[in-house]
């Protein structure tokens, strides 16, 4: 969510316009995270849903919390992670207050942390769920063995994790493997990678690759990046940060391209700068 401080600083005017345009498009969900605009988003974004006149059945919010940020309005000493069962149930009631919801359609647990405790996450959870605070829930930049210690507990409907054609270590280390195999659906941040943010050897190879794909599937460097990540098995949902409405308009198009066997692979290798093993 790039809409507040930490982003674009739109106006509540502006969030308005841009959440009317994103369900015109058929984007109906919204990625939240508590700490976002250090915990000032949500509440901006709730404002302007509110103005809005959108029904809340016709949209699905998430956040995410467990990461205790250094912020004017938080009394920490230092950037931590708190998965007790009272915190995580007092940030769920944060968000629903600030983003002026009775409800969370997915809730994430931010970033693992060395000392969570499973059956306290659970306890939480369970207790979120049974007040219809909360409709699933997840983990974002959980590995396969965390998945597992949270999953022995409770299901885990999604891992949000980093993945893009410049950093795609999950398909290679399990982490896509095992979330297909137990069924957790992945959704991706930062699903453009570095392509359009750095300059050096591997970005030009990939815009050399990509602009040769470009009039054959009629399609952006963007779209293609996405659909680069879509035609994973494991059927990734890229998070799309952009505020730009053609960008945004261009993304739901990119669903449409099915990108053949052999120019995957040719993208990839661009990535890589060798061939496959």
Not at 221 to 230: C, G, K, N, S, V
Request: glycine fraction near 6%; proline fraction near 3%; hydrophobic fraction near 35%.
């Amino acid at each position: 969510m790039t809409w507040g401080s930490w982003g674009k600083q739109l106006s509540k005017r502006d969030m308005v316009d841009l959440m009317h345009h994103c369900l015109s498009n058929n984007i109906t969900t919204f990625d939240h995270a508590d700490i976002y605009g250090a915990y000032t988003t949500e509440a901006d974004f709730g404002k302007a849903f509110t103005d809005s006149g959108i029904k809340r059945e016709d949209i699905q919010l998430i956040s995410k919390c467990g990461i205790q940020y250094l912020a004017d309005n938080r009394n920490n000493k230092v950037k931590h992670y708190d998965y007790s069962k009272d915190y995580i149930i007092w940030s769920v009631e944060e968000s629903l207050k600030n983003l002026e919801t009775e409800y969370l359609d997915l809730l994430l647990l931010h970033r693992p942390s060395p000392l969570m405790v499973a059956e306290e996450i659970a306890e939480a959870i369970t207790i979120l769920k049974k007040e219809g605070k909360i409709r699933d829930f997840g983990v974002s930049n959980f590995t396969p063995s965390q998945m597992e210690i949270i999953g022995l507990r409770m299901d885990i409907d999604v891992n949000q994790i980093e993945f893009s054609l410049t950093q795609h270590l999950a398909m290679h280390d399990g982490t896509l493997d095992y979330m297909k195999t137990c069924g957790i659906k992945p959704m991706a941040w930062s699903p453009l990678g570095s392509v359009f943010r750095e300059d050096n050897e591997q970005t030009r190879r990939i815009h050399k690759q990509l602009g040769e794909l470009m009039d054959k599937y009629n399609a952006t460097e963007d779209q293609l990046l996405l659909a680069w990540i879509m035609k994973h098995p494991s059927g990734i949902h890229p998070v799309v940060g952009t505020t730009n409405k053609t960008r945004l308009k261009q993304a739901v198009e990119a669903y449409k391209i099915d990108l053949e066997l052999e120019d995957w692979f040719l993208i990839l290798v661009a990535s890589q700068g060798h061939k496959v093993p």
